[in-house]
């Protein structure tokens, strides 16, 4: 069960949004495992893919269709990732748009086709196109947990978030959905995402919105530091609310907007690293006295891809020096350890370069004993600081990633 985790959330509809999920037995028998998303006609999207060069074939045919037609459908199936399979990968993919195509007597390119599950396996692509009229006729404006269950692969929770905002004009929902546990680092981060808003942005401001959303949420979490094939976050704005479009950057209702596009979607990547494969820990870095951004990331993802401190974490042992020797590690030219200050929850632990003087082991060993920890940085050295999120490494997470495939 995921650290932290208090059920299902209040989702809010987004008007123009409808989610359908059926049964096709693309891995598993009787588990849902493919998902449509239908979105009004006229809607907006923006779209953030993997930077892995070994991409998937799902995403190479969702950016080409992105390229030539606003889309009318999403079309998602777990259990299979369709990626490292070639040429038929490609074709594959295209084969189950135009299923959904044929279905919605729109043209192919106005559905994105996403996929999630095991690599290097041909996509069995006739279990998914008899799957497609069970999901056709299940679409429903309320069908965001359905669907969220079924993006899932070794999530042991659905993920969604919603804000609702009252804005000049009328009230305006954001709602988003997500799946990710293992193979989580940030390059765009290693999941897949879809978030709708029944406001409506010019395209330009859109992919504005949601690029600066994903710097401060997908991409500040990590798992394991391994990047996926088949990475994809998408925005849509239907325009349905009732309110003037968001045209311009200066328009306050798009600082409200974006704020709570940031809010959902730090709220998915949360719960993306609360339920990281085998995680007893939930764990916030936050590095500050850096001489810029990049420094305090860098310290910060060293400290959370340390085997040694993760393993540490898990046995609840407040072995600080290799919190210490990760920082040291790191590769920031000219650090003065002598200027540094570590921090384990409100616990001083290093104090000029060396134990606080009033360092306690039982203090520091209460703070470990929670599931929710906060190790606090200050380099010392400037006034950038950064924060990101990860969690521990448990028998399970070898476990899992060992018989992923059996």
């Known amino acids: 069960m995921a650290v932290g985790w208090q059920g299902w959330p209040e989702m809010y509809l987004v008007a123009g949004i409808r989610l359908g999920s059926a049964c096709a037995g693309i891995r598993e028998e009787g588990r849902r495992d493919l998902v449509i998303m239908e979105l009004a006609e006229g809607s907006s999207c923006a779209?953030?893919?993997?930077?892995?060069?070994?991409?998937?074939?799902?995403?190479?045919?969702?950016?080409?269709?992105?390229?030539r037609t606003p889309p009318r459908y999403l079309l998602i199936n777990t259990g299979n990732a369709n990626a490292g399979t070639g040429a038929q990968g490609v074709a594959d993919a295209r084969a189950c748009c135009a299923g959904l195509a044929r279905l919605t007597e729109l043209p192919v390119e106005t559905v994105?086709?996403?996929?999630?599950?095991?690599?290097?396996?041909?996509?069995?692509?006739?279990?998914?196109?008899?799957?497609?009229?069970?999901?056709?006729?299940?679409?429903?404006?309320?069908?965001?947990?359905?669907?969220?269950?079924?993006?899932?692969?070794?999530?042991?929770?659905?993920?969604?978030?919603?804000v609702r905002l009252a804005m000049d004009g009328g009230t305006v929902s954001v709602t988003g959905i997500a799946k990710g546990a293992g193979m989580i680092r940030p390059d765009m981060a290693?999941?897949?995402?879809?978030?709708?808003?029944?406001?409506?942005?010019?395209?330009?401001?859109?992919?504005?919105?949601?690029?600066?959303?994903?710097?401060?949420?997908?991409?500040?979490?990590?798992?394991?530091?391994?990047?996926?094939t088949n990475d994809a976050c998408l925005l849509v704005a239907t325009g349905r609310a009732p309110l003037e479009p968001i045209c311009r950057e200066d328009d306050p209702r798009y600082a409200e907007l974006a704020a709570a596009v940031r809010q959902v979607c730090e709220r998915l990547a949360q719960a993306i690293v609360r339920d990281a494969e085998g995680a007893t820990k939930f764990i916030t870095i936050e590095v500050q006295g850096g001489r810029d951004r990049q420094e305090c990331l860098q310290v910060a993802y060293t400290i959370a891809h340390s085997p040694l401190v993760k393993t540490a974490f898990f046995a609840s042992d407040p072995?600080?020096?290799?919190?210490?020797?990760?920082?040291?590690?790191?590769?920031?030219?000219?650090?003065?350890?002598?200027?540094?200050?570590?921090?384990?929850?409100?616990?001083?632990?290093?104090?000029?370069?060396?134990?606080?003087?009033?360092?306690?082991?039982?203090?520091?060993?209460?703070?470990?004993?929670?599931e929710e920890i906060t190790i606090r940085v200050d380099l010392g050295r400037g006034a950038a600081r950064e924060r990101i999120w990860s969690c521990d490494l448990s028998h399970d997470y070898i476990r899992i990633n060992a018989e992923y495939r059996t």
């Open 47 to 67: 779209a953030l893919f993997t930077r892995n060069r070994f991409c998937a074939a799902p995403v190479m045919v969702a950016r080409e269709h992105l390229r």
């Open 112 to 162: 994105l086709p996403f996929s999630t599950g095991v690599i290097g396996e041909p996509l069995p692509v006739e279990a998914i196109l008899s799957g497609l009229p069970e999901a056709w006729r299940s679409l429903s404006a309320a069908g965001w947990e359905q669907a969220a269950r079924g993006i899932m692969t070794t999530d042991t929770v659905p993920k969604g978030a919603s």
């Open 190 to 228: 290693t999941m897949l995402a879809f978030i709708a808003t029944d406001a409506m942005l010019e395209p330009d401001l859109l992919r504005r919105c949601l690029d600066e959303a994903v710097e401060c949420s997908f991409n500040r979490i990590t798992v394991d530091g391994d990047t996926s």
């Open 319 to 370: 072995n600080w020096g290799r919190i210490l020797a990760a920082i040291g590690r790191s590769g920031l030219p000219d650090l003065d350890v002598g200027a540094l200050t570590l921090h384990l929850g409100d616990v001083c632990l290093v104090r000029d370069g060396a134990r606080d003087p009033g360092y306690r082991e039982e203090a520091a060993q209460a703070v470990m004993d929670r």
